[in-house]
């Protein structure tokens, strides 16, 4: 607790100069949240003897006031002054998306000065894995359209270039998403500069089709940091149902990775995070498979 008695250069208590305070002194930028919500769906098939292939995919909102009117954007909006950025990522996404109480992580604050054409915007991103069948979508408030894209991140290009005290990285990525007929996609230069013990990055939008603001970036970024997080954590469990094959799991693994993995290699790697029932699979058309459960103690067998 501040000492009460101290005073400051003018000869003000911490209690008088908050009474005189002006906040209208500097100039205060708007704040918003965006929500990048991802889940991994099996893709529709004719044949039902093969393991249905799955997709990674990104919830998406249909913009239907300006700007952008008419383009696909992340669910989000403006926070207001009486709450929280989670409380607000709650209340837009269930407004806009009839979606309540998910857990979120905090991904990245963007403060870039040109990012929303109507006036100054600070946004901080929020990500989830969900099951999209435990939830029913609907688009609200200012939303045209809700729908779940199909989401691909691919590298296309890439450069590295020496500096006299360390080198620079520039890397072109590809962003693709698809929802039936509807294409969209985005070209992000990511560029990663390392000069002595300082790593630099930052992020441009080459080019944009049909996404709105500079929402492409905030998805490439997600996309990375899901990569990075599977590896070392247990999130892709989130996508997973109670009971699960050995081969389901690679499948989100290595559709989240954007690569085939060796299944010997892989199951030696999640080997302490499940744990085998005596249950096996009961579908037509499939041999029986041995079910497994996530193991919620396995951070304490290392």
């Known amino acids: 607790m501040a000492d009460s008695n101290l005073r400051d250069r003018n000869g003000l208590t ?45 919830l998406l909102i249909k913009r239907g006031e300006h700007p952008f009117l008419g383009q696909w954007a992340l669910p989000g909006g403006f926070v207001s002054v009486h709450e929280g950025l989670e409380q607000a990522a709650q209340r837009e996404l269930l407004s806009e998306a009839n979606i309540g109480n998910l857990y979120m992580e905090q991904l990245f604050t963007w403060g870039d000065v040109d990012r929303d054409p109507r006036t100054r915007v600070i946004s901080t ?6 099951d999209r069948t435990a939830l029913d979508v609907k688009a609200g408030d200012d939303a045209a359209d809700a729908c779940w894209f199909e989401v ?11 500096l006299a005290d360390g080198y620079e990285l520039e890397r072109l990525i590809r962003v693709s998403l698809v929802h039936e007929t509807e294409s969209l996609g985005a070209t992000v230069k990511v560029t990663t500069s390392y000069v002595g013990r300082t790593k630099r990055v930052s992020r441009e939008i080459v080019e944009s089709e049909g996404l709105a603001f500079d929402h492409a970036k905030l ?10 997080k599977i590896e070392y954590t247990d999130i892709a469990f989130h996508l997973m149902p109670p009971l699960f094959t050995l081969s389901e799991l690679q499948q989100v693994y290595e559709v989240i990775l954007g690569k085939e993995l060796l299944a010997a290699a892989f199951r030696r790697k999640i080997a302490p995070l499940v744990t085998e029932t005596n249950e096996y699979t009961k579908d ?15 951070g304490s067998l290392e």
């Open 14 to 58: 911490e209690q008088e100069f908050l009474r005189r305070y002006d906040a209208g002194i500097y100039e205060r930028p708007s704040v918003t949240v965006d929500m990048l919500i991802f889940t991994v769906f099996d893709k529709e098939q004719d044949n039902y003897r093969k393991l249905p292939e799955k997709a990674l995919q990104l």
């Open 125 to 130: 991103s929020y990500m989830a894995l969900v």
């Open 152 to 162: 691909d991140c691919r590298l296309v290009q890439e450069k590295k270039t020496m």
């Open 219 to 228: 998805i490439e970024y997600a996309i990375e940091r899901l990569r990075n």
């Open 284 to 298: 037509a058309g499939h041999r029986p498979s041995k079910l497994y459960r996530f193991n919620p103690h396995w």
